[in-house]
């Protein structure tokens, strides 16, 4: 079965600094990995999803993320955190077919100034 | 890009009560859609696939009975929570494929259910 795990539940960063926020999955095949951010009380915005090719995806706001397939992992990276970047980032893995998404627990970014 | 709204987005209710949320593709056809289901600071479960015209499939867990789901049209699904009880207060997203060769998920954002 599918599961993602988000080791860190909160993370706080200076404005300014650089951010990683680790994603591990478990798929017995080829992975459909995404990140996603949600703020408070809002829906889930994509910001950058990996299907193929190169490991190192670029997505919006910034924000990449690096697959690997040794590790299992698909953290994601920022390498100047702004203030309007706090928020909860859920880490989803998906099948290739079905297309249901198991999305992680979360990690809550909070932003120091 | 897609767009995905849902409808109330709060609402709160008397225990016994039915709700109806509403989720729409504005501006693409979405032959499947998600329900998801999140409790605070929980992430998101699915409850859900709702695929149009035909009946949804659940989840293990997932009382069909309760979490009526309806897909009538290639835009609209339709999750109504029966006889509500404040257990079932939550956050409620749906998400709705996009189509192509991975479907993307696109996600509403989310009807606020306080039953009281």
């Known amino acids: 079965a599918q599961s993602v795990t988000q080791p860190d539940i909160h993370i706080t960063v200076s404005e300014g600094a650089s951010l990683e926020l680790r994603c591990n999955y478990s798929?017995?095949?080829?992975?459909?990995l995404f990140w996603y951010v949600q703020s408070p009380g809002q829906g889930l915005q994509l910001l950058l999803k990996y299907f193929s090719g190169d490991t190192l995806v670029q997505g919006i706001k910034g924000f990449e993320a690096e697959f690997k397939r040794s590790q299992s992992s698909f953290n994601l990276r920022k390498p100047s955190v702004h203030w309007s970047d706090a928020a909860e980032y859920f880490c989803?893995?998906?099948?290739?077919?079905?297309?249901?998404?198991?999305f992680g627990a979360g990690t809550i970014l909070r932003v120091k100034s | 890009g897609a767009v995905v709204s849902q409808h109330p987005s709060w609402v709160i209710c008397k225990s016994g009560t039915s709700v109806k949320i509403e989720c729409r593709s504005l501006?693409?056809?979405?032959?499947?859609m998600f329900w998801y289901r999140q409790f605070p600071k929980q992430s998101l479960m699915l409850m859900a696939t709702?695929?149009?015209?035909?009946?949804?499939?659940?989840e293990q867990g997932v009382e069909k009975d309760k979490f009526l789901i309806n897909h009538a049209s290639l835009t609209l699904s339709t999750l109504t929570v029966t006889s509500a009880h404040p257990e079932d207060s939550s956050f409620y997203i749906c998400?709705?494929?996009?189509?192509?060769?991975?479907?993307?998920?696109?996600f509403g954002p989310g009807t606020r259910l306080t039953v009281l």
């Open positions: 798929y017995g095949a080829t992975p459909y």
């Open positions: 998400s709705a494929l996009s189509g192509g060769a991975f479907n993307e998920q696109f």
């Open positions: 709702s695929n149009e015209g035909s009946k949804a499939t659940y």
């Open positions: 989803a893995v998906g099948a290739i077919y079905g297309n249901k998404l198991v």
């Open positions: 501006d693409f056809q979405a032959t499947t």
